[in-house]
């Protein structure tokens, strides 16, 4: 989809979206269109009871004489409340609705050139789709939608804020495929082979194979691919953009557990194939050094991913065997089905080895338990930090991708000490994303800020969301982007 500015309200044909802010206030393209129409606008707004609710969309008869394919009024609400994430979802909805039509124009006059940028933002976001192994092209369900307008009166100023955007969204686009691809295609080699793409938008990329991760003793991770034939990666990607490329970077760490099926505490059949997408903690890494690089963000940071296969074999793990972590605490496995936070384990520990980071972030797909929690609606936090905590709240709210945090502590703690081993991978079973939140605290050094973002409930939609179709969302790379443009980038 082609996306341009102009100053210009009304194209000629095609279909257009208008602007109604609260209260059935037109705004001046619509009214002029109405003026000529006789009034046909506002008494269809008046049929169907629409007043200019946001969100809130009304598809009425082209007037006659115009040679438009389709006419949308698309409610703003009060427009002094319209942030960034609410123009996105405007620009998402209105994309929904003239997806049938080859080309369309979004007409919101009134609002600035810095939301018309996010309105076009929300439309491309909105138009993803996967479809590289369809070899039929169902063609009443594929948008056809080609070339989309958004108006605004300085168009230079939008194109310069939409390449911002755009660099986002292009980074959101590279996590849903990677998400999106089945484990026959995306395993921990190819998962690195196509990080190395990166290298195109700046980003530095290499992997330690089982060799290297042995001789540092990541026996952690090692042990939950080491029934898989696939061989275990850890990916390492740094984008030095601050002015000092010396200093401290922000250390991101993603789950990317390429196919989770619980190994040898085998899960069951219904579901199983959803942990095709056990390494979105993994994807959004990836799509986070993207839109940084694309956007030339002015910091340091890097992505450490720990990239592994879950699988039931004769090599597997077995319940009940102990592993030694590259800390050098052992590890009784008592479930092999808890493997993510075996693999964050080393991830982790090797990030904050090598980098001595200001900060880390983990991202994992990491407990049912979550879910049962929050649902889709919320990720859940977990931090040895109230500033950190605070400040990826805030990102969160700002950008639509919200967190809760969760309690942690010693009474938590106890659940997984081991009679055997330094600790157990499972608790006692309550609480069970708190539990998996105290093991990865134990593989945080001493006066490191950490959180972990467990994300199992949100990378994922069947049914879509309000700016992804349906399928991996990619939630977290506009919350990461933004917590490092508010609080860790220089000015
Ligand atoms: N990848 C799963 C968690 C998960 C479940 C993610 C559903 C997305 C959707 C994780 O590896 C897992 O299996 N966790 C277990 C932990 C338990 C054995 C302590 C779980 O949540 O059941
Ligand atoms: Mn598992
Ligand atoms: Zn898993």
């Known amino acids: 989809m082609n996306i341009t500015f102009s100053k210009i309200a009304m194209p000629a044909t095609g279909a257009v979206v208008l602007g109604v802010a609260d209260g059935s206030r037109l705004n001046p393209t619509a009214a002029k269109l109405d003026k000529r129409a006789k009034g046909a606008i506002t008494r269809a707004m008046k049929d169907a009871n629409f007043t200019g609710k946001r969100d809130k969309t009304l598809t009425i008869l082209v007037p006659a004489g115009t040679r438009l ?36 124009a979004i007409v919101l006059d009134g609002v600035g050139c810095g939301l018309a940028a996010y309105v076009a933002g929300g439309a491309r976001l909105k138009s993803y789709r996967f479809t590289k192994y369809r070899t039929r092209d169902d063609k009443d369900s594929q948008p056809k939608l080609k070339a989309l307008l958004v108006q605004c009166d300085s168009a230079a100023d939008a194109r310069k804020l939409y390449d911002g955007v755009a660099a986002i969204v292009d980074g959101i686009f590279l996590t849903r495929d990677l998400v999106t691809e089945p484990a026959n295609f995306i395993y921990p080699e190819s998962f690195v082979a196509r990080a190395k793409d990166l290298t195109k938008d700046g980003v530095k990329v290499e992997a330690l194979d089982e060799a290297a991760m042995t001789k540092l003793g990541m026996g952690s991770l090692l042990s939950v691919g080491q029934g898989s034939e696939r061989e275990s990666q850890m990916l390492v990607m740094r984008w030095n953009g601050a002015k000092d490329k010396n200093a401290a970077p922000l250390a991101i760490v993603g789950k990317g557990v390429c196919f989770d099926t619980g190994g040898i505490s085998l899960k069951t059949p219904p579901g199983m194939w959803d942990m095709k997408w056990d390494m979105a903690g993994a994807g959004i890494v990836v799509g986070l050094m993207r839109a940084l690089a694309r956007r030339k963000a002015k910091v340091n940071i890097v992505g450490i991913c720990g990239l592994v296969e879950n699988m039931p074999d004769g090599k597997a793990m077995r319940p009940g065997d102990v592993v030694t972590s590259m800390s050098g605490q052992t590890i009784e496995v008592l479930n092999t089905d808890a493997e993510g936070r075996l693999v964050l384990a080393d991830a982790m520990w090797y990030a904050q080895e090598r980098f001595k980071p200001r900060a880390v972030i983990d991202l994992a797909t990491l407990t049912g338990a979550i879910i049962m929690a929050l649902a889709e609606h919320y990720a859940g936090l977990f931090s040895n930090n109230d500033e950190l905590s605070d400040r990826l709240i805030a990102a969160g709210k700002s950008v639509g991708e919200r967190l809760w945090r969760f309690p942690m502590g010693d009474e938590y703690d106890r659940d997984i000490k081991s009679p055997i081993a330094d600790m157990k991978n499972i608790g006692g079973g309550k609480a ?35 700016l992804a179709a349906g399928g991996a969302t990619g939630y977290g790379v506009r919350l990461l982007n933004r917590l490092v443009a508010d609080y860790y980038e220089e000015a």
């Open 69 to 104: 394919s389709r006419l949308v009024l698309l409610g703003l609400g009060d427009i002094k409340t319209l942030d960034n994430a609410g123009a996105e979802r405007l620009g998402a909805i209105a994309y929904d609705a003239v997806a049938g039509d080859a080309s369309a």
């Open 432 to 466: 069970g994303s708190i539990t998996a939140a105290q093991f990865l605290q134990r593989f945080v050094k001493k006066d490191v800020p950490w959180a972990h973002l467990d994300i199992a409930g949100v990378v994922w939609s069947d049914k879509g969301t309000s």
